[in-house]
């Protein structure tokens, strides 16, 4: 299984960035899959994840921190997950990794148990 993100860089307050998670050896469409973040000197956090399958409505979580500004979504076809990221902020700045299996927990997203990450992207708001 190969996750491999792109799309991370160096943007200023309040720009946009869209990462992509391109997936191998692995379906996004039926897992639970999402998106965490490791800022230097913190933890590890969960972002975004979703669950899409068939027949349901999707479900979504998403971080407190980035309601309103960030959205999540897949691409069955090409077997690929984004995160849209707008408004950024400086305390956006961090490692930004795709993550399949994840484990969501009365609509919560956590950081528990997860069966594949990818390598990570940086992402670096400046102020």
């Known amino acids: 299984v190969q996750l491999v993100e792109s799309g991370g860089g160096l943007v200023q307050t309040g720009g946009s960035l869209k990462l992509s998670c391109a997936a191998s050896?692995?379906?996004?469409?039926?897992?639970?899959v999402g998106w965490f973040r490791q800022a230097p000197g913190k933890e590890r956090e969960a972002i975004s994840c979703?669950?899409?399958?068939?027949?349901?409505?999707?479900?979504?979580y998403y971080a407190d921190s980035v309601k309103g500004r960030f959205t999540i979504s897949g691409d069955n076809h090409k077997n690929t997950l984004y995160l849209q990221m707008n408004s950024l902020k400086p305390e956006d700045t961090a490692v930004y990794y795709c993550?399949?299996?994840?484990?969501?927990?009365?609509?919560?997203?956590?950081?528990?148990?997860?069966?594949?990450w990818g390598k990570g992207t940086p992402v670096t708001v400046s102020s």
């Open positions: 050896g692995f379906t996004f469409y039926g897992h639970p």
């Open positions: 993550a399949g299996g994840v484990a969501i927990v009365a609509g919560v997203c956590i950081d528990f148990g997860v069966d594949y």
């Open positions: 979703m669950h899409s399958t068939a027949g349901t409505d999707d479900i979504k």
